[in-house]
Each structure stands twice: as structure tokens, then as C-alpha cells.
């Protein structure tokens, strides 16, 4: 189990409360990403909820190596960029310390998510591009797997 993570939300927080009961002897710490000049999609603006201060996705109000473990649930599809996405994870590295991890949880551009969603399903990103942007940033995909059909589970890691 972690002993200092950071969960990572865009604005919709449905995990830090879970992850706190899950991981009670953790220093925890949540941040939301929100930005609404970055996040331009109704949706993402409707669930925008009051609450944690936003954070800049690509300077992390975090030290170095601050944390052994980054929880992104769901959240940063939110970038649409490309560019602004890499440098989101270049800033994951940053604040992960060496041999920490990070979970990244999302659906993806597929078929099954193209089934539920329609064309809805262009606003989350493919699978080639999650693995890109992390190796962009320096990050070993340490594992990876179907958490449903429509979600899929990464496990980055800092190297040593």
C-alpha cells in the first residue's frame, strides 16, 4: 500500500473519500486539474464541482518526489492536447519519487467504448496514445489490464 499518495481529479472527485478508507494510514493528498480554458467539453463543465482549488496540470503544486504513488481516476482524458497531456506526465515523473508508481484509469478510444457511447466515445483517448505519453515522459508501463470492457487499467512506474 502506498504511504504518501496524491489522487488526481478533473473537477468530478468520486475516489479520494474511497481511496482514504482504502489506504487509512496514508499521508493522502488530493488535487484537482479542472481548468476550464483547457477542458472546453460541456460535459466536463457541468460536472465541475465547488470544492478543492484548482491545480495547474502542468506545474503540480507538489515537491520532487513528493509521493510514491499518483492516482489519476478517470480524469486526464480531461487534456485534450496532446501537449498539454505529455507535460501532464512529464509532471507525474516529476513528483513520483524513483520506483513509485502511478495508476492511470480511463476508457478508451475503442470499439466497446464506441458501442456505449456512440461518437461520444472521441473524447477519450486511445491506448497507443496513453502508452506514448508515458513513455514520452520517461515512464516504464509496468503492467496494464481490462478492469471492464470499456475501462482500462495502466501501471506506470519511475525507474530507480
Not at 58 to 66: C, K, R, S, Y
Amino acid at each position: 500500500p502506498p504511504r504518501r499518495y496524491v489522487n488526481i481529479h478533473a473537477g468530478l472527485d468520486e475516489s479520494s473519500d474511497k481511496l482514504r478508507r482504502l489506504f487509512p494510514a496514508a499521508d493522502a493528498r488530493t488535487l484537482n486539474i479542472f481548468d476550464a480554458a483547457r477542458m472546453v467539453e460541456s460535459s466536463i463543465h457541468r460536472a465541475h464541482q465547488a470544492g478543492d482549488a484548482p491545480a495547474d496540470a502542468l506545474a503540480l503544486p507538489l515537491d520532487d518526489a513528493n509521493v510514491d504513488t499518483a492516482f489519476v481516476l478517470m480524469a486526464a482524458h480531461e487534456l485534450r492536447d496532446p501537449t498539454d497531456r505529455r507535460g501532464f506526465f512529464r509532471e507525474l515523473r516529476r513528483i513520483v519519487e524513483p520506483g513509485g508508481q502511478i495508476i492511470l484509469v480511463e476508457h478508451l478510444r475503442d470499439v466497446a467504448n464506441f458501442c456505449a457511447f456512440g461518437p461520444g466515445f472521441t473524447h477519450f483517448i486511445s491506448r497507443r496514445e496513453w502508452r506514448a505519453a508515458a513513455r514520452d515522459a520517461g515512464l516504464d508501463i509496468a503492467g496494464e489490464q481490462s478492469a471492464t470492457p470499456f475501462i482500462r487499467m495502466f501501471l506506470l512506474r519511475r525507474p530507480s
